[in-house]
């Protein structure tokens, strides 16, 4: 009888056991410095900043505007005055004085009487209303302006029969007006271009026609009588 055979169960290689991977936990969200609604904030705020920024400024820049128009310019007489007389007298030269006549019209009475050439003396009429102060002089020394020796003697005569001196000093160091005495007591700064104007009545004095010098008539010259001769006697 046949043997059994037994046969001996094979061992299975022990499995390795899976390595097992951990993984990482997940980091936690992390909160922003700062949020959307802080930015807007911020945003809100700078634009209410600007805004109050420009509307201060235009109201700064209104109210000088405002001060601006309202300040009128100072001058030395009315602008509605109405000038009747002018009278011109410089250091060295002739006084050249101008009117108005019982027609209204204006004539030369100095350095003599005749017509005038109307245009160049209401030229110059006018600017007497137009003599701007640049500014006013205080608690000076009068000498150091000229009006020891005023350069030019101003007379104006007004419609209602009020007369005002004016005398004329140095220029300024600028060049760019003349120290006037108002009535022996107002010291002024008035623009060059208003002075000069009326200075040159002095210079060119405004006659209608040039005068032409009269000539004068000729002196005969003696013509000595001849002596008469001695008779010789016989």
């Given at each position: 009888m046949a043997s059994k055979t037994t046969s001996t169960p094979k061992k299975s290689a022990p499995k390795k056991a899976r390595a097992v991977r951990k993984e990482?936990?997940?980091?936690?969200p992390t909160k922003p410095v700062f949020r959307a609604g802080t930015w807007i904030s911020v945003l809100l705020l700078a634009a209410l900043i600007g805004g109050a920024y420009l509307i201060?400024?235009?109201k700064e820049t209104a109210a000088d505007t405002e001060v601006t128009a309202t300040t009128e310019p100072a001058f030395i007489f009315g602008v509605d005055s109405a000038v009747s007389g002018i009278?011109?007298?410089p250091t060295d030269g002739e006084t050249v004085k101008v009117a108005r006549n019982a027609d209204g019209a204006w004539a030369v009475e100095l350095p003599f009487e005749t017509e005038a050439n109307q245009g160049?003396?209401?030229?110059a009429a006018s600017q007497v209303t137009a003599l701007r102060i640049i500014s006013e002089i205080n608690d000076a020394d009068p000498s150091i302006f000229g009006?020891?020796?005023p350069a030019y003697l101003i007379t104006v005569t007004f419609?209602?029969?009020k007369t005002s001196k004016l005398e004329v000093g140095d220029a300024t160091p600028t060049n760019s007006g003349y120290y006037v005495r108002v009535d022996g007591e107002k010291m002024v700064i008035v623009g060059l271009s208003s002075i000069d104007a009326l200075t040159s009545l002095a210079l060119f004095p405004p006659y209608l026609n040039t005068p032409?010098?009269?000539a004068l008539p000729s002196t005969p010259t003696?013509?000595?009588?001849p002596e008469p001769s001695a008779t010789p006697t016989p």
């Open positions: 990482a936990p997940a980091p936690k201060n400024k235009n009278e011109i007298k160049a003396v209401e030229a009006f020891d020796t419609a209602e029969g032409t010098p009269t003696p013509v000595p009588s």
